[in-house]
C-alpha cells in the first residue's frame, strides 16, 4: 500500500495543509504556523522512509503510483523516484520543513504566507517526482504563482519588481520547454509524455539537427532557473527582496530544478543531442552550454559576489557561482564528475539554505545587511558568529565539510575531459575563499560598531533548530559522503552511459559510412 | 430539408424569436412613463435558459427525431445546418446570453434604465443572429446572419445614449462595420462568380476543380471574405474598432462583444474557411497562394498587436479589449492550420476563453459597480479592503488568461500549440509561446494591483453583493476544472470539430 501512495502522499499532504489553513480564521496566528509545520511533517518523514527503503541498484523508477490522466492525449499521472531524484526529494522535504520554523516571524496576512508556501512544496515535490512529462510542466508552472505572491507581498522595498522578474523570467523559459514538450510528444505514434519511454521512442524519429534545437529550447528554460549567465539577472533581484524563508527555497531547491531539469530531461530524452556538435564541426553542446558556460559562472559570480556590499546579494552571487561546478560536472561524463554535480547539488542546497537563514537572522535584529555597516560582531553575537564562521567555511569549500568532496569530485571528474576549464574552475576557489573571508572579515571581526555593542543580540533557539539539522548534514557528508554517494551512483552512471553510448554509436556509424 | 420539415430542428432560435416578441409585447402593455419594468429582464433570463436547454436536449437527448448518432442536417434548403458544430456554438452561445443577461440585471447602467424592453429585445435579436451565424452554410445566410448581429450589436453600443463614450463607440463601430460587410460582400460576389454558387458545399466542390488560372481571383475573393470575418473576430488589421467599442459600451454588452459575438464569428470563419475552401489544407485550387501563411501572419500580427498594445492601457475595459485582440490571434492559430484537430483546438479555446474572459469582465463589473471607476486604480489593493475573494477569483482568471497551468486558460493554449506543431507551424507556435510570456506583464500588472500593492488613502473599503461573489466564485471553479479535467470538453469540441462530415 504505502509503497504505491507514499510518492502521492509526500506530493499532496502539503496542498491539503494550504486547504486547512485557508479554513482557518486569520487572526489565529498560531494554529496556522503549527498547521503549517504539522503538513510539512510527514513529508519530511515519509522521505526518511523513502531512504530507508529505496534501493540504489535499481535505476529504474521506484514507488511508482501511475494512472491515466487524460487518457486521450495519452497524459499519465506518474510519479517515480530513482537516484537522479531521491536527494533532491528529500532536500525540499527538509528545507521546506525548517522553512516553516523560520517563517514564524511573518506578521502580515500570515493566512495567505502559510497557503502558498505549502502550494510551493507541493509544486517542487511534484518537479522532482513527475516522470511524465505533462505533468512535470504543470508542476513546474504551479511553483511559480506561489513564488510571485510569497515575493511580491512579503517581500522587501522593491518586491514587485523582482516578483515580476522572477515570473517573466521563468515563464520565457518554460514557454520553450512547452515548444519542445510537444514536438517530442507529436513525433513518436502513439504519441507520449512518458519521460522513460520518450527517448528510445524518439531517438530514430528527429534528425540530430533538430534533436539538438529542442536542446537547446529545453536547456534555455533549465538555464534560467539555475541560473545560469547570461539568463541570471532575475536571482539577485528575487534574492534580496524575498523575505529569508523563501530565499532558502529559491537557493536551496528551486535552483536545482534546472540542473535536475537538465539532467532529467535534456539527458533522458535527447541523449544523442548532448554530445552533438552544436553547429557543424563545432564543439559538443554539453562543452559549450554546460561545461565552458559553467565555468564561466564559476568565476563571473564570483567576481560579482566580490563587489557586494549587500550580504545577501553577495550569498546570491555565490550560488551562481557554486552552481557553476554543477554545471561543469555533469558536462563531463565520468563517473565523479555526475556524481560530484548531483551531490553539489544537495550540498549547495544545505549550505546555501544555511547562509540564507544566517542572512536572516541578522537582518531581522539589524534591519539592514549592509556588510559594512557591522563590524566586529564576534564580540556582541559570539554564538551567531560560529555559526556562519561554519557556514562560510563549507561554502568556501574547506576539507572535511560537505563542499570539499562534490566540488573535489567534480574537478578531478573534469580534469580527464576538460583540463583547461577545470584549471580555471579549480583557481577559482581562491576568489571564492576571498570573498568569503573578506565578508567574514569586515562583518565579523575588528573593533565592534558602537551601534551595536550594547544590543544583546543573539541568536534565538529556533533559529538555531532551523540550522542545526543543516550543519549536522553538512559536517557528516563532509566525513562521510558515501552516505549520498550509495544512492545516487548507479543510476547517474546508467545515465552517463546512455549519453555516452550515443558517441559511440555515432562514430561507429561514421566509420561504417567511411569504410563504404 | 424543406421550410416547413425544418421547423421541427429550430428550437432555441424559435424560443429566442418567441422571446423577443414577447418581450416586445410586454414592455408595451407594462410600460408606464419613466417607470421601470422587471419583466423584460426576467423574459429574457428564461429564454436564454430555455435555449441552453434546447440546444443542449440534441445531443444528449436525441430531441427533434435525430437519434443518438446526430447526422448533419440541411434545413431550409440548404441554407443553414445542423451539426455538432452548430449544436456546440449554439450552447456556447446560449450560456453567453445567460450570463450576460444575468450581468445586465446586476449592473447599474443598465438596470437603472427605463428602456428595459428596447435593450433585452434587441439582445435577443442579436442572439438569435449569432444562432443562425453558427449554422449558416451559404454565403447570402451568413452575410444576412452577420449583418442582423452587426446591427443590433451597434444599437447595443450605443444604448448608453447620453454617454458620449458610448455614442461615440457605437458610431465607431457603425462606419468600421459598414467598410468591412462591404468589403466582405463584394468578395463573396466574387466567389459567386468563380465558383457559381453560394452553398458551402457546392462552393468546395466548385474549387475542388476550378481551372488554374482563377487562383488569383479566387484569392482576392477569399481574403476580402476574411477582412468581414475578421472584423467580426477582431483581428488585426480589422481590430480598430474593438477598444472603443469596448470601452464605450455598457460592461454587459463588453463582454457580450468580448464572447459571444467573438465565438459566433469564429463558428463563421470555420465553416466557410475549414469547409467551404478546404477540409485539409486549403483546397487544391488554392495551391500555391499563400492563404495558410496569410492566415498564420494574421494571427502573429494580432497576438502581437493585441499584447502590445494592453500593456500601457489604463482603463481595464480597455485592457481587456486589447486582451481578447490577442486571444483571438492564439485562436486563428489553430484555423491557420487548416485540419479538423486545429479546429477542435478553435473550439476549446473558445470553450475555455468564454469561462474564463467572462469571470474577468464579471469581476470587473463588480468593481465598477461599487467603485464606480474603470481604471485600472480602481483595483489597488483590493485584497486589503475586503474584497480578498474577489481578488483571487480574479486572479485565477488573470493567469488562466496568460496561459497558466492548473488552469483552462493552459489547455486552451496547449492544444492550439499542438495543432500548430502537428500543422507544422513551428515559427508561429514558438511565436505564440513567447507572446503569452508578453501577456503575463500585463495581467499581473492587475494581479499586482490587488494583492502587492496596499490600497491608498482614497481607497475606501468595499463590499460586494454574496450572490455575485458566489457566481465569479463559480466561474473560477470551473477554470480550475477544466485545467485538470478537461477531457469530456475536449471529446466534445473533437465530434464538433468534424463539420459536415458526420
Known amino acids: 500500500m504505502i509503497e504505491t501512495y507514499v510518492l502521492t502522499w509526500m506530493t499532496f499532504l502539503p496542498l491539503a495543509g494550504a486547504v486547512v489553513i485557508t479554513c482557518l480564521p486569520g487572526r489565529a496566528h498560531q494554529a496556522i504556523r503549527w498547521t503549517g509545520v504539522a503538513a510539512t511533517t510527514p513529508s519530511l518523514l515519509l522521505s526518511v522512509w523513502l531512504l530507508r527503503h529505496f534501493d540504489p541498484a535499481n535505476t529504474a523508477p521506484q514507488f511508482v503510483h501511475r494512472f491515466a490522466w487524460i487518457r486521450s492525449y495519452n497524459i499519465e ?9 531521491v536527494t533532491m526529494v528529500v532536500l525540499t522535504a527538509l528545507l521546506s520543513f525548517l522553512c516553516m520554523f523560520a517563517s514564524f516571524g511573518i506578521e502580515k496576512a500570515l493566512k495567505g504566507y502559510f497557503a502558498l508556501f505549502l502550494l510551493l512544496e507541493t509544486g517542487m515535490m511534484g518537479t522532482f517526482l513527475a516522470l511524465d512529462f505533462f505533468l512535470f510542466y504543470v508542476f513546474w508552472e504551479l511553483m511559480l504563482l506561489p513564488m510571485y505572491f510569497l515575493i511580491g507581498i512579503w517581500g522587501g522595498p522593491r518586491r514587485e519588481y523582482a516578483a515580476i522578474k522572477f515570473f517573466l523570467y ?3 523559459g518554460s514557454v520553450l520547454m512547452l515548444v519542445a514538450l510537444l514536438y517530442l510528444y507529436f513525433t513518436p505514434d502513439p504519441h507520449s509524455f512518458d519521460m522513460t519511454k520518450l527517448g528510445a521512442l524518439v531517438a530514430d524519429k528527429i534528425s540530430i539537427r533538430v534533436q539538438v534545437l529542442l536542446w537547446v529550447a529545453l536547456f534555455i528554460g533549465f538555464a534560467i532557473k539555475i541560473p545560469a549567465f547570461p539568463f541570471h539577472t532575475w536571482l539577485p533581484d528575487a534574492h534580496v527582496e524575498a523575505p529569508t524563508a523563501i530565499s532558502v527555497i529559491l537557493a536551496g531547491v528551486l535552483l536545482k530544478m534546472g540542473t535536475y531539469g537538465i539532467l532529467r530531461i535534456n539527458y533522458g530524452v535527447l541523449p544523442a543531442a548532448t554530445l552533438a556538435p552544436l553547429w557543424d564541426n563545432g564543439p559538443a553542446v554539453a562543452f559549450v552550454l554546460l561545461a565552458a558556460l559553467g565555468t564561466w559562472n564559476i568565476i563571473y559570480g564570483a567576481f560579482c559576489a566580490m563587489a557586494q556590499r549587500d550580504l545577501k546579494k553577495l550569498v546570491a552571487y555565490s550560488s551562481i557561482s557554486h552552481m557553476g561546478y554543477v554545471m561543469l560536472g555533469m558536462a563531463a561524463f565520468t563517473p565523479q564528475g555526475i556524481n560530484g554535480a548531483v551531490l553539489q547539488m544537495f550540498n549547495h542546497g544545505t549550505i546555501t539554505a544555511m547562509l ?7 537582518y531581522d535584529r539589524a534591519h539592514h545587511r549592509d556588510i559594512e555597516g557591522f563590524g566586529g560582531l564576534a564580540s556582541i553575537m559570539p554564538l551567531y558568529t560560529g555559526v556562519t564562521g561554519f557556514a562560510f567555511f563549507a561554502a568556501m569549500g574547506i576539507p572535511g565539510l560537505s563542499a570539499f568532496i562534490s566540488e573535489v569530485l567534480v ?17 577559482a576557489v581562491v576568489l571564492t575563499a576571498a570573498y568569503m573571508l573578506w565578508a567574514l572579515q569586515r562583518m565579523y571581526l575588528g573593533a565592534p560598531n558602537p551601534k551595536y555593542a550594547n544590543t544583546g543580540w543573539e541568536i534565538n533557539g529556533r533559529e538555531l533548530f532551523t540550522l542545526a539539522p543543516l550543519a549536522v548534514l553538512v559536517l557528516l557528508l563532509g566525513i562521510y559522503p558515501m552516505l549520498i554517494l550509495d544512492l545516487q551512483s548507479p ?7 546512455k549519453v555516452t553510448a550515443t558517441v559511440q554509436q555515432a562514430t561507429h556509424l561514421a566509420s561504417m559510412a567511411g569504410g563504404q | 430539408m424543406g421550410t416547413a420539415a425544418s421547423f421541427r430542428f429550430f428550437g432555441p432560435e424559435l424560443a429566442l424569436g418567441a422571446a423577443l416578441l414577447l418581450v416586445i409585447f410586454v414592455d408595451l402593455a407594462t410600460a408606464g412613463r419613466g417607470r421601470r419594468s422587471e419583466w423584460p429582464a426576467t423574459i429574457a433570463l428564461g429564454a436564454a435558459a430555455a435555449t441552453v436547454v434546447l440546444s443542449v436536449g440534441f445531443p444528449l437527448f436525441g430531441w427533434a427525431g435525430l437519434g443518438e448518432t446526430l447526422r448533419p442536417t440541411w434545413l431550409f434548403d440548404r441554407m443553414l445546418v445542423l451539426d455538432q458544430f452548430a449544436i456546440f456554438f449554439k450552447v456556447l452561445l446560449g450560456l453567453s446570453l445567460l450570463a450576460v443577461v444575468t450581468m445586465s440585471i446586476a449592473s447599474r447602467e443598465i438596470a437603472e434604465s427605463p428602456n428595459q424592453g428596447e435593450y433585452y429585445t434587441v439582445l435577443l435579436g442579436s442572439t438569435l443572429g449569432m444562432f443562425l451565424m453558427a449554422s449558416a452554410a451559404n454565403l447570402l445566410m451568413a452575410y444576412l446572419a452577420l449583418e442582423f448581429v452587426s446591427l443590433s450589436s451597434y444599437v447595443l453600443t450605443g444604448f448608453l445614449r447620453h454617454n458620449r463614450r458610448s455614442s461615440e463607440a457605437a458610431l465607431k463601430y457603425l462606419i468600421y462595420g459598414g467598410v468591412a460587410s462591404g468589403a466582405m460582400i463584394y468578395g463573396m460576389s466574387w466567389v459567386y462568380g468563380l465558383t457559381g454558387s453560394m452553398d458551402y458545399g457546392q462552393i468546395a466542390a466548385a474549387l475542388a476543380k476550378a481551372p488554374a488560372e482563377n487562383r488569383l481571383a479566387l484569392f482576392t475573393g477569399l481574403v476580402l471574405v476574411l477582412a468581414g470575418f475578421g472584423y467580426k473576430v477582431a483581428v488585426v488589421p480589422f481590430h480598430m474598432w474593438a477598444p472603443d467599442v469596448y470601452t464605450g459600451a455598457p460592461l454587459p454588452i463588453t ?6 459575438s467573438k465565438a459566433a464569428g469564429f463558428a463563421m470563419l470555420l465553416r466557410f474557411f475549414n469547409f467551404g475552401v478546404g477540409t485539409n489544407g486549403p483546397s487544391a485550387a488554392m495551391s500555391g497562394l499563400p492563404l495558410v501563411q496569410l492566415m498564420a501572419a494574421i494571427s502573429a500580427l494580432t497576438m502581437l498587436v493585441g499584447n502590445l498594445a494592453a500593456i500601457s492601457q489604463t482603463n481595464v475595459k480597455r485592457l481587456l479589449a486589447y486582451s481578447s485582440i490577442a486571444h483571438a490571434g492564439y485562436a486563428l492559430m489553430g484555423v491557420a492550420v487548416f485540419a479538423e484537430q486545429g479546429v477542435a483546438a478553435v473550439l476549446l479555446y473558445l470553450a475555455v476563453y468564454y469561462v474564463m474572459n467572462l469571470g474577468a469582465f464579471w469581476v470587473t463589473l463588480l468593481v465598477v459597480n461599487t467603485t464606480g471607476r474603470e481604471d485600472l486604480d480602481a483595483f489597488r489593493g483590493l485584497a486589503w479592503r475586503g474584497g480578498a475573494p474577489v481578488a483571487v477569483t480574479l486572479a485565477i482568471f488573470l493567469f488562466s488568461l496568460a496561459g497558466l497551468p492548473p488552469f483552462a486558460g493552459f489547455i486552451g493554449k496547449l492544444y492550439v500549440f499542438a495543432a500548430g506543431i502537428k500543422g507544422q507551424l513551428y515559427w508561429l507556435v514558438v511565436w505564440g509561446a513567447l507572446n503569452s510570456v508578453v501577456s503575463l506583464y500585463y495581467y499581473a500588472r492587475i494581479v499586482k494591483l490587488m494583492f502587492l500593492d496596499q490600497p491608498g488613502p482614497q481607497d475606501g473599503p468595499v463590499h460586494f453583493p454574496n450572490a455575485e461573489v458566489g457566481a465569479v466564485a463559480v466561474l473560477s471553479a470551473l477554470t480550475l ?19 459536415l462530415r458526420g
Open chain 1, 356 to 362: 540564507f537563514l544566517l542572512v536572516g537572522v541578522i
Open chain 1, 170 to 172: 521563468t515563464l520565457l
Open chain 1, 491 to 497: 543510476a547517474l552512471l546508467a545515465l552517463n552511459e
Open chain 2, 255 to 260: 463582454t457580450f462583444l468580448a464572447v459571444a
Open chain 1, 411 to 427: 574537478l578531478l571528474g573534469s580534469w580527464r575531459v576538460h583540463p583547461e576549464l577545470t584549471v580555471v574552475a579549480a583557481s
Open chain 1, 77 to 85: 499521472y506518474f510519479l517515480g523516484v530513482d537516484g537522479i531524484s
Open chain 2, 481 to 499: 476544472y477544466f485545467g485538470v479535467r478537461f477531457e469530456w470538453l475536449y471529446q466534445a469540441a473533437v465530434a464538433a470539430s468534424r463539420l
